[in-house]
């Protein structure tokens, strides 16, 4: 066969095929193909023809150009910088006349033509070759990549051509309506920002009010109706310690227990050497309002179902402020306190902190509204965000006006306690 019907990526025409896959309804593609002697760079023919339907996408305007081929020559070599219509030939040619590959049925008014074609034809009438899509040929010292460049840069500006003459108030119309929507996208940008903008400043107005012991009363107390439940000196700091290879197998992630070392080193704790220290216990909820306020994280969730959860299975924990799964679990201050409790004592048996402090049950939250035993640990600590920690389980216990006798609330940082 003399003749090469030569077949480019087509043009989808709105400023240089701008986003046409997400503004698909303002995309305008057409197909085409040129014909040319071997070696020669000037074509024979050129067929352009917009693409048929309302889908204007890279590949029903490959495969338009495709069938306009097929409709004129029975046998042809088609040069294509297209590899997806590429591939499909031979898979073409070995199914026939089985179904054809999946995924056509998108495009079935395209293709079930070309399929009848193929299959009235002898094998390899038609043959199909991949071509590099927009090379400089001009620089090329090969004759034939220069003849193949020249000949697909040819089709190129026919095709594009096509649409700019015939469609030419479409594509205004397409053109002003983009505008309209990129305005209107970086108008609605700008507002986000603002509201994020205003609402980050509102958090951290109240976020310095707080951390700052500003006396405001939350639900009837404040900081100042707490200051003796706080330890007094004298007082002493313990730096933990944690092997590395431990740290990264801690089974609630190893960010959570870099945070939770960083806050335990803040902590201050009584000097038992001296006789006149602080004998008072603290609770293990005392310990994680202080290390919520402190860090800005709440105790990891477990994203194993219930359900799910057979005798050996592998724990999945992941931190709220970092997974979106495990932001949307149970927000209970039970469920928090369960993975708190676990966390801790794992923490006491892979640190140092463990040679100094054990865990025993009891009760001494009486003052915050809590009367049932807890968790906790037989000293209590200078804490890192002081008598805070007691307004927020204040506010968590007696939200609403009625004392709470059990976790099941949500439980996050707010001037509300929770």
């Not at 025409?13 to 986003?19: D, E, K, S, T």
Request: hydrophobic content about 40%; glycine content about 4%.
């Amino acid at each position: 066969m003399s003749e090469l019907a030569l077949l480019p990526a087509q043009r989808d025409f709105l400023q240089q095929r701008i986003q046409w896959m997400t503004q698909w309804d303002l995309c305008i593609a057409a197909g085409g193909f040129c014909v040319f002697q071997e070696n020669s760079l000037n074509p024979t023919e050129t067929v352009t023809d917009l693409v048929p339907g309302y889908d204007h996408s890279s590949f029903r305007a490959e495969s338009w150009a495709v069938l306009m081929v097929l409709q004129k020559y029975h046998a042809a070599k088609i040069m294509c910088d297209c590899s997806a219509v590429v591939k499909l030939f031979p898979k073409l040619w070995v199914m026939r006349p089985k179904n054809p590959p999946k995924g056509l049925d998108k495009h079935c008014d395209i293709w079930d033509q070309i399929l009848q074609h193929i299959h009235g034809r002898n094998n390899y009438a038609i043959e199909n070759f991949k071509v590099k899509a927009h090379q400089n040929w001009r620089s090329s010292q090969n004759p034939k990549q220069q003849w193949i460049g020249c000949a697909n840069e040819c089709v190129d500006i026919a095709v594009k051509a096509h649409v700019k003459t015939k469609y030419a108030s479409q594509l205004a119309i397409s053109t002003q309506i983009l505008q309209e929507r990129k305005t209107n996208f970086e108008g609605l940008h700008d507002f986000h920002l603002y509201i994020a903008e205003s609402a980050n400043r509102v958090f951290q107005k109240r976020s310095e009010s707080w951390k700052q012991g500003i006396c405001r009363k939350v639900h009837g107390v404040s900081t100042e109706d707490f200051y003796d439940e706080l330890v007094k000196e004298p007082l002493i700091c313990f730096c933990v310690q944690m092997q590395p290879e431990i740290l990264d197998a801690c089974p609630y992630t190893s960010v959570f227990a870099e945070r939770l070392i960083t806050w335990f080193n803040k902590l201050k704790w009584p000097d038992v050497q001296k006789p006149n220290h602080d004998t008072r216990k603290c609770s293990l909820l005392e310990l994680y309002a202080d290390f919520v306020l402190s860090t800005n994280t709440l105790a990891p969730a477990q994203l194993i179902p219930k359900s799910q959860r057979r005798p050996g299975f592998k724990s999945c924990y992941k931190l709220r402020d970092l997974d979106l799964a495990a932001c949307l679990a149970d927000k209970s201050l039970s469920a928090q306190s369960r993975v708190w409790t676990r966390a801790f004592r794992w923490f006491l048996k892979n640190s140092t902190a463990g040679n100094f402090l054990q865990l025993s049950r009891f009760a001494n939250l009486t003052r915050v509204g809590y009367v049932l035993p807890h968790d906790g640990i037989q000293l209590r600590p200078q804490f890192v965000s002081g008598a805070q920690v007691y307004v927020l389980l204040h506010g968590f216990f007696n939200a609403g006006g009625a004392t709470r006798k059990n976790l099941k609330r949500d439980f996050c940082i707010s001037l509300c306690g929770g």
